[in-house]
């Protein structure tokens, strides 16, 4: 145990100190394992697709590192469009993705700005359409 008393104006000639590296930054995952996708810019009943969805960031940089959307169109019945993320950032509660759709047909970019609140992504997808989805954050 070392004690010290430190006066202003005084220099520390020697002892024992130990500094600590930073931890590193934290890796979160956000998983939900369904989704809504409203062919509409609020909730409606005219719902485009579901499907689940995913994304892994850095909580230092923001940057998101990998993620998808499996986008089945219509709604648990039809085709199932795969969706990558190719970029994106989270900043605070904003989320701010890019997609590349590659099979069946590819696409891109396609667009997602939301938030993440809670477990509970919100935002528009692909224009004016709004995509929701109820999941959690985990390391």
Not at 52 to 80: H, K, R
Request: proline residues 6%.
């Amino acid at each position: 145990e070392v004690g010290a008393i430190i006066t202003p104006l005084k220099t520390i000639s020697g002892g024992n100190f130990q500094v600590n590296d930073m931890p590193e930054a934290a890796t979160l995952t956000f998983t939900a394992t369904d989704s809504l996708y409203y062919n509409c810019a609020t909730v409606c009943a005219d719902i485009y697709g579901d499907g689940p969805i995913s994304f892994t960031w850095n909580t230092a940089t923001g940057e998101v590192t990998e993620g998808y959307y499996d986008e089945v169109v219509p709604a648990t019945t039809g085709t199932t469009y795969y969706n990558e993320v190719d970029s994106g950032s989270i900043v605070g509660d904003t989320v701010n993705l890019t997609f590349t759709r590659t099979l069946p047909s590819p696409a891109g970019p396609i667009v997602f700005t939301g938030t993440l609140v809670g477990g509970e992504l919100s935002g528009q997808f692909g224009g004016p359409y709004l995509l929701t989805a109820a999941g959690t954050v985990a390391p």
